[in-house]
């Protein structure tokens, strides 16, 4: 379970002059995340997403109030026991954040390596898991948009962490290589069970996925809501038979 | 005789004169290359253990760096600055009491490779600085999402990514280095320079001095045609 208790974010803003000082990114959020769940956060741009994502593992600290994973308060950790509690929750970002001189098989071993666990076999299990364990020696420059971010979600799972946190996972990706990603991450749900955070402004997206959302507005949590599953969307096969069909 | 048969015989004549003077001084040539060698040899081996250190450290304790500290930054970047700023003849002198300290002695060669050593690691460390300055700010923000420790994200994160950078910036210090270590003949550390200043400046023997140019021209290409191509095998950024 992740419970946020009035947080509130604020960071200095570079830079004298007028606009100068301090930018309020989060106020007052008091937000509940259940286990097992697909939770949503929606937002205008800058309206303070990814600040709430990222004050989950603590890559950035609370200005005041509390997050807690599992009761645990990571604020209150030695920088050590924050890193090992850090890789219990998985994180996916929207640029993917491969190592480009890596092969798809080192970065998806790259987690199991700072924990001196040489685990070929976990590493392509988890390749398998998202279809890319015949892409496994390749290196990112040569896959997709939607095929990196496979291997950026095995890099996520390889050490089966609790939670997924997911910014803006299918931003840089056209409709295909955006339900590829999303079939996976329902896939991770159902038979991993992992919690999942996905943050977007692609309301389709969440939509289709996520069992309640929240809404940002200014830093300012405006609605929890259960989400209602769209009707069962069509399955292509290709972005050309999708796009076709729509079309027509 | 035509005036062109002339000029090519006069050419030719120089040209056999140039091999006979090179032959007649091939035993001090080898000698004064081993003498660069060693300069060099020295002071890459300090740029690599101390200047990549440095410069990784410079990166970290930056302002906006990983792990910032003011004070460290200052005096690793006050070290830099000041032996880059400090004219080398002036330095090599200056260091004398130094390396006698150190070494015992001020003079020959392995004396010549510590004012060397001392610009090479500023050097590298200031393109290491920079070099990791490119890496994506992602690269970052992935290891601290991974939970890795500092020195993970210097060995696991930043070199590999960095790798090519790191390797082209070498050989711009080598070749740097190549430079500096022409004038090391005032400590009596020997070198091709100072062979190529004896015979040239001193005796009046300008085939020797140009023979001595050539050479170090080859050098230098062969160091940076080795730079490159090593940076691009280990480069799998595009392609
Ligand atoms: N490191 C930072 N330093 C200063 N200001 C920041 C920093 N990170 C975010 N902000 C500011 O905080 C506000 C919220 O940013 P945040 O990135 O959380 O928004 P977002 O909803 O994720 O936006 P986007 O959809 O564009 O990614 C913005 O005004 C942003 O400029
Ligand atoms: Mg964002």
């Known amino acids: ?248 | 005789m035509s005036g062109q048969e002339a000029a090519g015989q006069g050419v030719l004549g120089r040209l056999d004169e140039l091999g006979a003077s090179l032959s007649a001084y091939r035993g001090e040539m080898l000698q004064s290359i081993a003498e660069t060698g060693v300069m060099l040899g020295n002071s890459l081996l300090a740029a690599v253990l101390l200047g990549l250190p440095m410069g990784t450290w410079m990166y970290l304790s930056r302002k906006n760096g990983p792990q910032p500290r003011t004070g460290v930054y200052a005096l690793l970047n006050g070290y830099v600055n000041v032996v880059r700023s400090v004219p080398f003849l002036l330095f090599v002198v200056a260091l004398i009491p130094f390396t006698r300290w150190m070494l015992g002695t001020s003079f020959g060669t392995t004396a010549a490779s510590v004012p060397l050593a001392f610009v090479a690691v500023a050097l590298y460390a200031r393109w290491v600085e920079q070099t990791l300055l490119d890496v994506p700010r992602q690269t970052v923000e992935l290891a601290d999402s991974l939970g890795a420790s500092t020195l993970q994200l210097v060995t696991r994160f930043l070199y590999p990514e960095a790798r090519s950078g790191l390797v082209l910036s070498l050989t711009t210090v080598t070749i740097s280095m190549v430079s500096y270590s022409t004038i090391m003949g005032v400590v009596g550390g020997g070198g091709v320079g100072d062979f190529a200043i004896r015979y040239g400046y001193q005796t009046y023997e300008y085939e020797v001095m140009y023979a001595t140019i050539l050479i170090m021209i080859v050098v230098v290409m062969a160091i940076q045609g080795l730079g490159t191509w090593t940076s691009r095998r280990i480069d799998r950024r595009l392609r």
């Open chain 1, 1 to 248: 379970m992740i419970e946020l208790q009035q947080v509130t974010k604020s960071y200095r803003r570079r830079g004298t002059g007028r606009r100068g000082g301090e930018v309020h990114a989060l106020r007052g959020i008091d937000l509940t995340i259940r286990d097992e769940e697909m939770f949503g956060i929606v937002g205008e741009s800058g309206s303070g997403k990814s600040s709430l994502l990222r004050l989950i593992n603590h890559l950035e600290a609370p200005t005041s109030g509390r997050v807690l994973v599992d009761g645990v308060d990571l604020a209150q950790l030695s920088p050590r026991a924050r890193r090992a509690q850090r890789r219990r929750i998985g994180m996916v970002f929207q640029q993917f954040n491969l190592l480009a001189n890596k092969t798809a098989f080192d970065n998806v071993a790259l987690p199991l390596r700072l924990q001196r666990r040489r685990e070929r076999e976990r590493v392509m299990q988890m390749l398998d898991f998202v279809n890319m364990a015949d892409r496994a020696h390749q290196h990112p420059s040569l896959l997709s948009g939607g095929e990196k971010q496979r291997v950026a979600i095995a890099r996520a799972l390889v050490t089966d962490p609790g939670i997924l946190l997911c910014d803006e996972p299918t931003s840089a990706l056209d409709d295909h290589h955006t339900e590829e990603v999303m079939d996976i991450l329902g896939q991770v749900r159902r038979e991993l069970r992992t919690t999942i955070v996905l943050v977007s402004h692609e309301l389709d997206v969440v939509k289709a996925s996520c069992d309640r959302a929240a809404v940002l507005e200014r830093g300012r949590l405006t609605a929890v809501t259960d989400v209602v599953a769209p009707p069962p969307r069509q399955a292509f096969s290709s972005y050309a038979e999708r796009a076709q069909r729509y079309l027509a």
